[in-house]
């Protein structure tokens, strides 16, 4: 079977869907601590929880689609470590989507709550309330989602540097509307 030369249009969507939510989620994670006590910054977790919730679901539906529908080759010229670091971001990256929210899901068992996503409980309270685990479990959240941030930055420079200094096809294959 020969590798595909682009992605699937339904690859296409959860990267870029996943992208924006990952970004998004990022920022509000920055300043959910800055907001003041009260319903505005109980909202903004709920979101946060069940935004973060979406990104497990839709991590576990791109990998089940990538087995399915493998990823393009990568370049002929990219050898070595080029293509290793390449490989490893991307384990990298599925790795960390998986574990953030899960991760952040401990944080909510560990406080003594239930997860709620989007106004709905989904999971019962499993565990007691740990505030050791708690405040290990809001420190570790904090720690993953800063390497993310790095990793989606160099992801991006990546596909920036392929696309405009080495002018391949890498970006581009990622782009709706291309040949």
Same mark, same amino acid.
């Given at each position: 079977?020969?590798?595909?030369?682009?992605?699937?249009?339904?690859?296409? /969507? +959860?990267?870029? #869907? @996943? *992208?924006? %939510?990952?970004?998004?989620?990022? !920022?509000?994670?920055?300043?959910?601590?800055?907001?003041?006590?009260?319903?505005?910054?109980?909202?903004?977790?709920?979101?946060?929880?069940?935004?973060?919730?979406?990104?497990?679901?839709?991590?576990?539906?791109?990998?089940?689609?990538?087995?399915?529908?493998?990823?393009?080759?990568?370049?002929?010229?990219?050898?070595?470590?080029?293509?290793?670091?390449?490989?490893?971001?991307?384990? /990298? +990256?599925?790795? #960390? @989507? *998986?574990? %953030?929210?899960?991760?952040?899901? !401990?944080?909510?068992?560990?406080?003594?709550?239930?997860?709620?996503?989007?106004?709905?409980?989904?999971?019962?309270?499993?565990?007691?309330?740990?505030?050791?685990?708690?405040?290990?479990?809001?420190?570790?959240?904090?720690?993953?989602?800063?390497?993310?941030?790095?990793?989606?930055?160099?992801?991006?420079?990546?596909?920036?540097?392929?696309?405009?200094?080495?002018?391949?096809?890498?970006?581009?294959?990622? #782009?709706?509307?291309?040949?």
């Amino acid at each position: 079977m020969t590798s595909p030369v682009r992605y699937n249009g339904v690859a296409m /969507a +959860l990267h870029w #869907l @996943m *992208a924006s %939510l990952i970004i998004a989620l990022w !920022g509000l994670g920055l300043i959910l601590d800055e907001l003041p006590k009260g319903d505005l910054r109980s909202q903004m977790f709920g979101l946060h929880i069940s935004t973060g919730v979406v990104i497990l679901g839709l991590t576990v539906l791109r990998l089940g689609w990538r087995l399915i529908k493998p990823a393009p080759e990568l370049p002929a010229a990219m050898v070595g470590v080029e293509r290793f670091i390449a490989a490893a971001g991307h384990v /990298a +990256l599925y790795a #960390l @989507m *998986a574990l %953030l929210p899960l991760v952040g899901i !401990g944080i909510i068992e560990t406080g003594g709550r239930a997860l709620v996503v989007f106004g709905t409980q989904v999971l019962p309270t499993l565990m007691e309330k740990n505030p050791d685990l708690h405040d290990l479990a809001e420190g570790a959240h904090s720690t993953l989602a800063w390497i993310l941030a790095v990793l989606v930055a160099g992801h991006a420079l990546a596909a920036l540097r392929h696309h405009f200094l080495l002018k391949d096809d890498v970006l581009a294959r990622m #782009l709706p509307g291309g040949k």
